[in-house]
C-alpha cells in the first residue's frame, strides 16, 4: 500500500500571492497524478508526473516530482479566485497495476 | 472527451435497504473504479476491475459488493445499507492494465451523493 499525504489540508490566500501544496508518499513510486475537484464537481486531471525531475506548467500551476524525496509539489503563482478548488494527488505502485493512492486533498480558498 | 456517467446524483436510501450505483463509460476502457469520498479522509478505493466478469478489493471493500457484466458498465451494490455508508461515491475509469503513466489516467464521474437515513 503506498500512503499519500497532503498538507495543508486548507488554504486561505489572498490574490496574487504565491503558495506551494505539498503531497509526500510513503514508498517508491513511479508516477504521480494531481487532480482537481471543484465544489459539488467530478475531480479532473491537472497534470501527470512520470519521472524523477519532472516539472509541468499549466497557467498559474506547476508540478514537480522529485522521487528520491518522495515528494511532489503543487505551486501556485500570483493565486485567482478561479484557482479556488480542492487539490489532490495520487500515486500508483507499479506492482499493482493501475491502482491509485489518493492523498487527502488540499482545499484551497483564493481571497479577493 | 471521455464521459463516466454515473446514474443518480442523490440518493436517499433507508438502513437495511439494497442499494445499486450504476456507472456507464462511453470511451472502451478496460478499468473501471468506485471510491467513496469523506471529508478529511479523501478517496479511499471500493472495488476495481480490469475486465468484465472480473473484480479486485480496495482497501474498504467490506459491506460493499460489484458487478461488471458489460465493459461499459459497473455497478456498486450495498446488500445492507447502513448509515456509516453514507457518502459521496465517485466512479472512475482509465483505458487498460498494461499500460503506463498518462494513459492510465482515471476519469471520473460526477458522483453520487448517498444519504442512509
Known amino acids: 500500500e503506498l500512503k499519500v499525504e497532503q498538507n495543508p489540508l486548507f488554504l486561505s490566500m489572498q490574490e496574487g500571492k504565491n503558495y506551494t501544496i505539498y503531497c509526500n508518499y510513503s514508498?517508491?513510486?513511479?508516477?504521480l497524478y494531481w487532480y482537481r475537484q471543484d465544489p459539488g464537481k467530478s475531480l479532473e486531471s491537472l497534470f501527470v508526473l512520470l519521472s524523477n525531475g519532472a516539472v509541468k506548467q499549466e497557467g498559474r500551476l506547476m508540478a514537480s516530482l522529485d522521487t528520491k524525496a518522495r515528494l511532489s509539489t503543487l505551486h501556485i503563482t500570483a493565486a485567482v479566485h478561479d484557482l479556488s478548488a480542492t487539490y489532490f494527488c495520487?500515486?500508483?505502485?507499479?506492482?499493482?497495476?493501475?491502482?491509485?493512492?489518493f492523498g487527502t486533498g488540499t482545499s484551497l480558498t483564493v481571497i479577493p | 472527451d471521455v464521459k463516466v456517467t454515473q446514474s443518480s446524483r442523490y440518493l436517499v436510501k433507508r438502513t437495511g435497504e439494497k442499494v445499486f450505483l450504476e456507472c456507464v463509460q462511453d470511451?472502451?476502457?478496460?478499468?473501471m473504479f468506485w471510491y467513496r469520498q469523506d471529508p478529511g479522509l479523501g478517496l479511499r478505493l471500493i472495488y476495481f476491475?480490469?475486465?468484465?466478469?472480473?473484480?479486485e478489493k480496495g482497501d474498504i471493500p467490506e459491506g460493499y459488493s460489484v458487478s461488471r457484466e458489460k465493459k461499459e458498465r459497473f455497478s456498486l451494490i450495498l446488500e445492507s445499507a447502513s448509515t456509516n455508508q453514507t457518502s459521496m461515491y465517485l466512479c472512475a475509469s482509465s483505458l487498460a492494465r498494461s499500460l503506463g503513466g498518462a494513459k492510465n489516467i482515471q476519469y471520473f464521474g460526477a458522483g453520487t451523493r448517498l444519504s442512509v437515513l
Open positions: 495520487a500515486g500508483t505502485l507499479s506492482n499493482t497495476g493501475n491502482q491509485f493512492y
Open positions: 514508498t517508491t513510486s513511479d508516477r
Open positions: 470511451m472502451d476502457h478496460e478499468n
Open positions: 476491475s480490469y475486465d468484465v466478469k472480473m473484480k
